[in-house]
């Protein structure tokens, strides 16, 4: 545990939502299980290990690693943490373990990120509303927006698996002209017009709670786009297994996305490393080039880049 501790006593102020310590990166041996994170101002520590005789006393010394940094870097003010258990035994029912340790949780509860505002939520279920360890790919996309803004037609982008829609916030704020959001969940499409009203953006999104595999034709009458997201979860009962249902998608891309225009695919699965993704777009789409594989917030450093989460550009051809 010492790492973490250490980590705790150097960390800074942070103002936007972001991972502090990442033990299950593997680069911290002994502390492979704890993962602490800042949604301003409310600290979330994650257990990924049951808890035990020695768990009340090791929150505790936590606890109070936080509150003395913390009175160096916000003397006065209240500290705010909660402490999540989710081991295996509990994620495999989709359920998790949630403790307010210390103060309170705003509500609305609103974190920010590049300039960017999202609602969030973290006393319940795995998923606070914003994934941290995406960040980078948010500000790819709001890069490649802000650079097309003034192409002759537009951006027009869609976001499959838009969860709460943050890559439709940065891509809009940048300049793009339209989103078309998908997700079944209604709940986070519900959060992401949300999302989309905290940051003043009143047109170019739209929003559609169905499962993607039952609504390609009309996905498809709203492109082609220069740019598609693909944000999967790895493993959703019922919704999406990244084994059997990621070709599924890549096959339709070249049908989706305009000449020139690029797909963002993403894994976050650490059992399936960055060949899964290559060998099933060479063959579902090989027309689609590879450009490049972003880096992961530097937070997120694993010991194994194959488990990380995976973030790919594709580029589809020019017209001839």
Aim: with cysteine.
């Amino acid at each position: 545990m010492q790492a973490l501790l250490d980590a705790i006593a150097q960390m800074p102020l942070p103002t936007d939502a972001q991972r502090i310590f990442h033990g299950r990166g593997g680069l911290h041996p002994g502390c492979e299980h704890w993962v602490l994170d800042a949604y301003p101002p409310v600290w979330v520590l994650t257990s990924f290990l049951p808890a035990d005789a020695d768990t009340d006393a090791q929150l505790a010394t936590i606890g109070a690693a936080l509150a003395q940094r913390w009175e160096i870097l916000a003397p006065g003010q209240p500290l705010n943490w909660v402490f999540q258990c989710r081991n295996e035994a509990l994620r495999t029912q989709g359920r998790t373990e949630t403790r307010l340790m210390a103060g309170s949780v705003p509500e609305p509860h609103v974190v920010t990120e590049q300039g960017a505002r999202y609602r969030v939520h973290v006393l319940r279920g795995q998923n606070h509303g914003l994934f941290l360890d995406m960040a980078e790919g948010r500000r790819w996309v709001r890069e490649y927006a802000a650079a097309r803004c003034d192409d002759r037609y537009g951006l027009k982008v869609l976001n499959l698996f838009a969860y709460t829609c943050a890559f439709s916030v940065v891509a809009l704020q940048a300049g793009a002209k339209s989103v078309v959001n998908v997700d079944m969940g209604h709940g986070a499409i519900a959060t992401g017009q949300q999302n989309h009203q905290l940051n003043g953006l009143t047109a170019g999104a739209s929003f559609l709670a169905h499962d993607i595999f039952s609504s390609w034709g009309k996905i498809t009458r709203s492109g082609p786009y220069g740019l598609v997201i693909v944000d999967p979860p790895s493993y959703q009962k019922g919704s999406f297994v990244a084994t059997k249902d990621y070709a599924r998608l890549l096959r339709r891309l070249p049908d989706l996305l305009a000449p020139g225009g690029h797909a963002l695919v993403c894994l976050n699965a650490p059992e399936l490393g960055v060949d899964f993704l290559h060998e099933h777009m060479q063959a579902q789409a090989p027309e689609l080039a590879l450009v490049e594989r972003l880096a992961n917030p530097p937070a997120f450093a694993d010991v194994d880049a194959q488990r990380a989460l995976k973030v790919l550009v594709y580029r589809a051809p020019e017209l001839p």
